[in-house]
């Protein structure tokens, strides 16, 4: 499969920046690492962020890196976690997917290589963009324990909103 090659190869590339598969095995639940890993997808309206509604921040499961913010996300029916666009463009890399007889595109992880979920254009204006993400490639950290997990640098995203 073309994705678990550039998978291995990114690992390859950049070994500080991504566990063993074995060391993730440990690391993940079995459905983490068969989302993440395995280009997975876990089942609709019943996965853990798709209707939190508390405000916070979606990090990589694997590596930490922030990737999403409540701020930018919205329901969009889907039964997945769904955001108008991640924190900040560089942290997750766009493919082309042809998986499944359809032309998608994939949501990946820049440090993690990943797999995140998919990008679609029937999203809320003023982009129409919608990130369908898997909460299993997901750790949400709240407002209030941003500071104390070391991501205080965001806590201005915020600041004004309920």
Known sequence: METKTTTETATESSPTQKTSGDE?????TPQQYHVTQECGTEPPFNNAYWNNHTPGIYVDVVTGEPLFTSVDKFDSGSGWPSFTKPIAKEHVVEKSDRTLGMERTEVRGTKSNSHLGHVFDDGPGPSGTRYC????ALRFIPVEKLKD???GQFLPLFEGKK
């Open 24 to 28: 993730l095995k440990k690391k993940l």
């Open 149 to 151: 997990e070391g991501y």
């Open 133 to 136: 993400i898997n909460s299993a």
